[in-house]
């Protein structure tokens, strides 16, 4: 069943009329990881926050973006609080602005499940605790004492995902997640990214220029230029029998950073 159906979604400025998104359509099926690879400025992020309907006034938004048979471009501003979050989840590149630095990560996870679980304040506590376990984190009871200045971009991005793994959403819109931490901790949070999509069967629409990620998690991929996708297919069909050159540049100049990321991996 698909979980997700993008059609012909356009996206203008309306200042300058300049297009960003330039008719595209994709679908996921469940339980499945799309990538979408493409150059900075290419469109990946606007896309993304396209189908979370958070787009400012300055963008003018056509199209359908159907999640679980209803149109999210049509949803009132309070149903879609409703389903992000819990329904859909989304991982950001720079997991420090995804928390308060005023807040211990206990109060911001505690708040979090409470918004969106009928829970008791204990019961978010345990599951507080639980999600990080899942994330096979160490010192958990010092972890939820602290403030987010205090701990790594690679720690506060595998709790980001531990969060999503309690709210058990169907879809998780993953931009760049690993763009700010390093090679060794990416190949941690790549491997957190399988335990989510296996542990609460979410789908994963996973943003990234770095095909060598890609490679590993998505089953398939779409590939973005200048606001258009170029070529899709499934991972392997991508990599191993592409047809747009820009594909191709984007292959071509990824196969060292993709050498790099296995090496770590393996
Ligand atoms: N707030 C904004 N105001 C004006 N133009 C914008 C805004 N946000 C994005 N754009 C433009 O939209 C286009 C697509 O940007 P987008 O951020 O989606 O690209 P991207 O592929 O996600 O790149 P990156 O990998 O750098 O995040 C770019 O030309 C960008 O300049």
Do not use: W
Request: net charge neutral.
């Amino acid at each position: 069943m698909k979980i997700l159906e993008v059609k012909n979604l356009e996206i203008k400025l309306r200042e300058s009329n300049k297009e960003i998104i330039k008719n595209i359509s994709f679908s996921m099926e469940e339980n499945t990881c799309l990538g979408i690879l493409g150059e900075s400025g290419s469109g990946k992020s606007v896309t993304c926050k396209s189908i979370l309907n958070i787009l400012n006034k300055n963008f003018d938004v056509k199209g359908k973006i159907i999640f679980n048979g209803k149109n999210l471009l049509e949803c009132k501003e309070e149903e879609m609080r409703k389903i992000r979050g819990k329904e859909i989840c989304m991982i950001l590149q720079n997991p420090m602005t995804s928390f308060d630095p005023l807040y211990t990560i206990e109060n911001q996870m505690i708040e979090t499940f409470l918004e969106h679980k009928n829970f008791s304040q204990q019961e978010a506590v345990n599951l507080a605790k639980e999600s990080l376990e899942k994330m096979r984190l160490k010192d958990i009871d010092s972890i939820l004492k602290k403030y987010p200045h205090e701990l790594s971009g690679g720690m506060l991005q595998r709790i980001m995902i531990a969060i999503a793994i309690a709210l058990k959403p169907k879809l998780i819109i993953a931009d760049e997640p690993t763009t700010a931490i390093d090679s060794l901790n990416q190949k941690d949070i790549i491997e957190e990214f399988k335990i989510l999509k296996n542990e609460i069967n979410a789908s994963i629409l996973f943003v990234t220029h770095d095909l060598g990620i890609l490679s590993y998690l998505a089953d398939n991929l779409i590939v973005m230029q200048n606001g258009k996708i170029v070529e899709r297919g499934t991972t392997s069909e991508i990599i191993n029998n592409y047809k747009h050159e820009h594909t191709n540049f984007l292959i071509e100049t990824r196969r060292a950073l993709m050498k790099k990321f296995k090496e770590v991996a393996d």
